[in-house]
């Protein structure tokens, strides 16, 4: 057996991985991440405030989520409920988050392995230089904006406090708002499908995604080639927290809705390769991310696609790729209401409490997926903090029954950059795994 | 101008943070990026294999994170740079990756000691100190303004954190729109507001810190402040101290005055000003 160490580019942090090859078939692989940096005990004895700084920090590319679940943990633990108002705003902050991550990770991180394999394709996307990269940098910088409206900047704001938001939001930040959007649709029906909106619309209800022309038709056209429409597929087990757009449940041969029940979480112990711990729902590894939450929501798109090809490489990307739309469209829908409570107070609790106790959970979809946190609060101080991250669930290593998710989705390829491209369509964050 | 992107202990933070930079394909085209890892085609110990070999060494060597005290390779690259910036507070002065790690320190810091990665008298080869650009993350236009000047033939004059004056010599309270409410001592009694000033109960750092936050803006729209969020000083070494979101008083005057004010001049003037304070100022208006 020949055994192969690789380090990865362009993937958030540092990692490595492993390929042990037979045959010229990937027999095993391991996701290997080091460097933890220790962020949950450097919020032990710390006022519960404090997370709301330090957690989002955990990371540089889905640090408001880390926020968001930091604030909704918070709340749980004393007690608290946002406004209507606040609760809006935050739907949206987080949402754009999401979306500049999911047209960075397309266009600069995806995209690019594609050039290895066609070489006519780096004008377009070719890192610093390819005219697309420019454009995609560009609207993501735009959605960044969005939030920053709302949250004074991006990355780490620290806008979200217990019962609400520091900002005091009025219809100029929301016509704004709703200005990057609609340039955000452009970008999305001119570069991304290449097609009118109504005519994306109707394919969206037939499920056509055939017809998908732009980058997403040039996407499915070189997967088509490469034989990547059926490749790296898992074990077809899709996990949502549920929030934003999308309900909560999980995939098991069909959808269920449901939440999650947080007993039937559990972070194992991590095996000496990895410094992250694998994470399993009732016992078994699940994928979270994009490709959930779409079948959560039932796109109908996704859904045919993954009908014909389960949980492979194409449908997960192709599954991010197309939630650009589903959240905007929910992000429209959402500044509607908040014009209704924009009089509203932004937080129902101007004044946090310096004293409380209580445990509680913040559960919230990030790009990636769902990513947990818990906290234990006595007389005001962090007694305990625990995070689970999306990338411990997709990336996260084996245990004593399963392997870890990308890990068994890399198991019977034939080429190592296959393998690569795999592992990053699961969207590897070490600097989250490795909180 | 070769630039080579480096990154350590991070949270990919300064890097999103310079993407924000809104005229980044101009930008490529004045500065020649050799490698980023999370944006190059290649893997860096390829990148850097390939660096050495073509023995023409880096121009900008930008490192982003924390580093360990006994890394040779960094040590080694920041030695055949012409420049060197560490960007970010990690980079800087080793910051939340340090608090619980001994072995965790920035390129010339650890916190406030000069217990960095590299040697007190550390030169580039163009004879500049590292360059520190601090904050978490640091604004793109502090990243791509200190290079540009680099680029122009110009070498930025540095404060004694070695942080170029251009964007580091004015207090974040600078621009704040909160200003007035300062001036008058009329504080924020709840957050989620527009009014009042968040020094003297929810923490603000602003007239403690040294940024340009409130005049070069973030995303070219607002700032912690202006969001109603108090400054939390990140970038100071001393970020993120503990109790962030509160004003430690004793007898109700701040534990902490604003640089440069006397005890004794700041309850002087607190209470005349307070006595006198516009009455638009007061109430929620």
């Known amino acids: 057996m020949k055994v192969e160490n690789l380090e990865l580019p362009r993937v958030e942090g540092e990692a490595r991985l492993e390929l042990f090859w037979k045959d010229g078939i990937i027999e095993d692989a391991k996701v290997c991440i080091a460097s933890v940096r220790g962020i949950e005990r450097v919020l032990v004895g710390r006022h519960y405030m404090d997370a709301l700084v330090i957690t989002p920090r955990v990371c540089g590319i889905c640090g408001h989520a880390h926020l968001i679940a930091s604030v909704k943990a918070i709340e749980d633990a004393l007690g608290i409920k946002p406004t209507e108002k606040a609760r809006l705003v935050r739907n949206i902050t987080q949402s754009l988050e999401v979306l500049q991550n999911h047209v960075k990770w397309f266009y600069l991180f995806m995209m690019p392995d594609f050039i290895l394999l066609e070489e006519r394709l780096r004008g377009l996307y070719e890192p610093f230089k390819g005219e697309r990269w420019h454009s995609a940098i560009r609207i993501a910088s735009r959605i960044t904006m969005g939030i920053a409206l709302f949250s004074g900047q991006w990355p780490h704001s620290s806008y979200a406090i217990p019962g609400g938001i520091t900002s005091e939001p009025s219809v100029k930040e929301l016509t704004s708002l709703r200005q990057i959007l609609l340039e955000l649709k452009h970008f999305f029906l001119s570069y991304v499908v290449g097609m009118e909106e109504a005519e994306f619309v109707k394919c969206l209800k037939e499920g056509s995604w055939r017809k998908l022309n732009g980058d997403a038709g040039l996407f499915l056209e070189l997967c088509h080639r490469e034989g990547l429409l059926t490749l790296g597929s898992s074990y077809n087990r899709l996990i949502s927290g549920g929030g934003l757009y999308a309900p909560c449940g999980y995939f098991m041969k069909k959808v269920v809705h449901g939440r999650l029940k947080v007993d039937q979480i559990e972070e194992l112990n991590a095996p000496s390769y990895s410094g992250a711990k694998p994470v399993r729902y009732r016992g078994m590894p699940f994928e979270t991310g994009p490709l959930a939450r779409q079948l959560m929501s039932g796109n109908l798109m996704v859904k045919s696609m993954h009908r014909e090809f389960r949980d492979s490489f194409a449908v997960r990307v192709l599954a991010r790729v197309l939630e650009v739309w589903s959240i905007a469209e929910a992000i429209e829908l959402w500044i509607e209401r908040l014009k209704e409570v924009l009089h509203e107070k932004s937080t129902s609790l101007g004044r946090f409490p310096s004293k409380a106790t209580g445990i509680g959970y913040g559960i919230v979809e990030a790009a990636r997926g769902t990513l947990i946190h818990r906290i234990s609060v006595r007389n005001g101080n962090i007694q305990d903090y625990a995070i689970i991250t999306p990338s411990q669930w997709n990336l996260g290593p084996r245990c004593e029954n399963f392997l870890g998710v990308a890990e068994k989705a890399m198991v019977g390829l034939k080429s190592k950059l296959h393998a690569q491209m795999v592992l990053r369509s699961f969207d590897l964050c070490s600097v989250c795994t490795t909180h | ?285």
């Open chain 2, 1 to 285: 101008m070769r630039v080579f992107w480096l990154q350590r202990l991070t949270c990919c933070g300064n890097t999103h943070s310079f993407l924000n930079y809104e005229s980044l394909h101009i930008l490529s085209k004045r500065l020649e990026f050799l490698y980023h890892p999370s944006l190059s085609l290649k893997a860096q110990e390829e990148a850097v294999e390939e660096l050495i070999k073509s023995g023409e060494g880096i121009d900008i060597l930008i490192v982003e994170g924390a580093v360990r005290t006994d890394e040779v390779e960094t040590r080694e690259l920041c030695k055949i740079a012409k420049y060197v910036i560490a960007v970010g507070n990690c980079a800087v002065y080793g910051n939340i990756p340090a608090l619980a790690d001994e072995t965790v320190c920035g390129l010339s810091y650890r916190f406030k000691e000069r217990k960095g990665l590299l040697d007190e008298g550390f030169k580039s080869r163009s004879g500049m100190p590292v360059i520190n650009l601090s904050g978490c993350p640091a604004h793109p236009e502090w990243i791509v303004g200190t290079m540009l000047m680099l680029a122009e033939g110009i070498k930025p004059e540095l404060d004694q954190w070695g942080r170029p004056k251009e964007f580091y010599s004015s207090l974040t309270h600078w621009g704040c729109t909160r200003n007035e409410y300062f001036e008058w001592k009329v504080e924020a009694e709840e957050l989620g507001s527009k009014r009042g000033c968040l020094f003297y109960h929810f923490g603000c750092r602003g007239p403690l810190s040294y940024s340009s936050c409130n005049t070069i803006l973030w995303n070219g729209v607002s700032s912690k402040t202006r969001a109603g969020t108090p400054c939390f000083g990140c970038t100071e070494y001393d970020f993120p101290r503990l109790g962030l979101w509160e004003t430690k008083q004793y007898a109700g005057i701040p534990a902490e005055l604003p640089i440069g004010v006397s005890k004794r001049g700041y309850i002087m003037l607190s209470g005349i000003a307070k006595m006198f304070a516009p009455e638009r100022l007061k109430g929620e208006g």
